[in-house]
């Protein structure tokens, strides 16, 4: 029987791998709400992307993607919680405003270099900007 790698399982389900163009490319922000439809698209995608790769793995620990790591060359990116009560995340045209000096490290994976893992550090709290579909900015806290 031929062993595949986890790399190769997860492009199978759509995900560009380590070394893809896309994913060292500046992401093109969304003119919102002119691009409300485009933007609509790109979300409806990351949901059908998340959607595949959950049912063939499951990421207790919650999950997220950001549109290069489908070949979408746009600033968007969804953010399951570990919690499966928990609503996802959306977020369009992403930018973080601040970070705690504060962090935390964790065994962690990427989608998109699957067969790399290690520990990752993380501050314990960040601020994100992002923007609505209906073209306004929003700033929201999360802390770990």
Same mark, same amino acid.
């Given at each position: 029987?031929?062993?595949?790698?986890?790399?190769?399982?997860?492009?199978?389900?759509?995900?560009?791998?380590?070394? @893809?163009? #896309? +994913?060292?490319?500046?992401?093109? /922000?969304?003119?919102?709400?002119? =691009?409300? *439809?485009?933007? %609509?698209?790109?979300?409806?995608?990351?949901?059908?992307?998340?959607?595949?790769?959950?049912?063939?793995?499951?990421?207790?620990?919650?999950?997220?993607?950001?549109?290069?790591?489908?070949?979408?060359?746009?600033?968007?990116?969804?953010?399951?919680?570990?919690?499966?009560?928990?609503? @996802?995340? #959306? +977020?369009?045209?992403?930018?973080? /405003?601040?970070?705690?000096?504060? =962090?935390? *490290?964790?065994? %962690?994976?990427?989608?998109?270099?699957?067969?790399?893992?290690?520990?990752?550090?993380?501050?314990?709290?960040?601020?994100?900007?992002?923007?609505?579909?209906?073209?306004?900015?929003?700033?929201?806290?999360?802390?770990?």
């Amino acid at each position: 029987m031929i062993q595949v790698r986890p790399s190769e399982q997860m492009r199978g389900l759509g995900v560009v791998q380590r070394g @893809a163009p #896309v +994913l060292a490319e500046s992401a093109r /922000a969304f003119d919102l709400p002119a =691009e409300r *439809e485009a933007a %609509e698209q790109v979300i409806g995608q990351l949901f059908s992307a998340m959607e595949r790769i959950g049912q063939v793995h499951p990421f207790a620990k919650g999950m997220g993607l950001a549109a290069p790591q489908i070949a979408i060359g746009r600033a968007a990116a969804v953010v399951q919680p570990p919690s499966p009560a928990a609503p @996802a995340i #959306v +977020l369009l045209n992403p930018r973080i /405003a601040d970070r705690s000096n504060d =962090e935390d *490290e964790r065994y %962690e994976g990427c989608l998109s270099f699957f067969d790399v893992r290690g520990q990752v550090p993380r501050p314990l709290r960040i601020t994100v900007e992002t923007t609505t579909l209906e073209g306004r900015l929003v700033t929201t806290t999360y802390e770990l």
